[in-house]
């Protein structure tokens, strides 16, 4: 037997506060995740609509017409909202609000003029606007959870043609004034839809949520906590896919213990902030940065070129010389010394780290200040340094101890 109109609506209303429940529920588990408030909101909108709209089904009111309607569109806008701060981090509260004015205004001013079969088909295809919308909102996360993303597309692109759907038959029926709820086949084919979807697609964002977690985690252990860059562990686990030709470079604050000594720890973080993101600014997107620990850094380079990892060592080396620092303690600028190692086929990242090394090590015994390639163990740091094609930048770093 099959279930009627209001009993899909019930099983709808249930389904839904279910899912309200458990990501309310998600939400108090980890207080930092935002996106499952914003989607317990947004069915908790869409729960009231669907008890007004199923006293609207059964006793005409324009009024509970105006007001379930606008419940569904506030609810569907915070879907999409969702999914914005799903891949941004940010809810989108001004795009919401426009986008909930300004549907709710063209549906519920032709119900209150007394057109309410164009108020009907306005909301049909504003849901199924804001539905794909969303969809396309998590589209770009694709590359992190290629099967769940493509799935929940799926279901909000079936859901927004249902709704569409739903208008269509209204234009084609001419259903301008109609003063009772639509009921046709469109109409039972997107309640059950949404039936099917609203569920399917709360469990899918739920195991986005933990997908995303996972890798902010993952991320967390992989990144040194005072550069932002990755850490020894990352780097080598990041090293097992580099391609046969690549450089390696070795980097040492000199002094450093100095500068904790003197100017403090305090100090010394911001020495290692700020070489940190010179050499991050530095690299080119296939190559890799790291901090191995304490005033130790490495870059790795994929080049067929080993001039290329020279150019870039020289250029951080000269850059960070220029960083100009003031402390209680004094006016300071500090330098780095660094070494490179190169590989055209078969690279071995610990063979190359420990080459490298090697040639910093000599960098440092003969003066510091320099770059040393290995195993000729030279300096590339000319006289005329007008090779490095570099943006002169003068920056004054307030410390305080």
């Known amino acids: 037997m099959l279930l009627d109109y209001n009993s899909l ?13 458990t990501f309310f529920v998600s939400w108090l588990v980890s207080r930092s995740d935002h996106v499952l408030m914003t989607w317990g909101i947004g069915v908790s909108f869409l729960i009231v609509s669907l008890f007004i709209y199923r006293d609207f089904v059964e006793r005409y009111s324009a009024a509970k017409g105006a007001l379930a309607f606008a419940f569904m569109l506030t609810g569907i806008v915070f879907f999409m909202g969702a999914g914005r701060q799903f891949t941004t981090n940010t ?21 209150f003029a007394g057109y309410d079969g164009i108020g009907y088909i306005t909301l049909n295809i504003a849901a199924a606007a804001i539905m794909f919308s969303t969809g396309l909102d998590y589209w770009p996360w694709r590359t992190q959870a290629p099967l769940l993303i493509r799935l929940l597309m799926t279901l909000y ?72 860059l990755f850490n020894r562990r990352a780097l080598f686990d990041r090293a097992q896919k580099l391609p046969d030709a690549v450089a390696v470079v070795a980097f040492d604050i000199d002094h450093f213990k100095r500068i904790n000594d003197v100017h403090g720890h305090q100090v010394g973080d911001t020495v290692l902030q700020t070489f940190g993101s010179l050499l991050a600014s530095s690299i080119r997107q296939n190559d890799i940065a790291a901090r191995l620990g304490g005033e130790e850094f490495a870059i790795v380079v994929t080049s067929d070129l080993v001039e290329t990892a020279m150019l870039i060592a020289e250029r951080v080396r000269l850059d960070f010389a220029e960083q100009k620092f003031i402390s209680q303690a004094g006016n300071f600028s500090s330098t780095v010394s660094g070494g490179i190692s190169y590989a055209q086929s078969h690279a071995d990242l ?52």
Not at 91 to 111: E, G, H, K, Q, W
Request: glycine share 6%; aromatic share 4%.
């Open 350 to 401: 610990p063979t190359l780290l420990r080459e490298a090394d090697n040639a910093l090590y000599d960098a440092k015994r003969t003066g510091r200040n320099k770059i040393m390639t290995y195993p000729e163990i030279v300096s590339i740091a000319p006289a005329d340094q007008s090779w490095v094609e570099r943006d002169k930048v003068d920056v004054m770093i307030r410390l305080r101890n």
């Open 157 to 228: 692109t079936l859901t927004s043609l249902s709704f569409l759907m739903c208008a269509v038959v209204l234009v084609i029926d001419g259903s301008w004034v109609m003063h009772h709820a639509p009921s046709d086949w469109a109409e039972n084919i997107n309640l059950g839809m949404c039936l099917t979807g609203v569920g399917a697609m709360g469990a899918i964002s739920l195991g986005l949520n933990q997908v995303r977690q996972t890798l902010h985690h993952k991320r967390e252990a992989e990144t040194d906590s005072l550069t932002g």
């Open 9 to 21: 609506l019930v099983a709808l209303s249930f389904c839904s506060m279910g899912l309200a429940i």
């Open 91 to 111: 809810l989108p509260v001004m795009r919401m609000i426009v986008t909930a004015a300004i549907s709710i205004a063209m549906v519920d001013i032709p119900i």
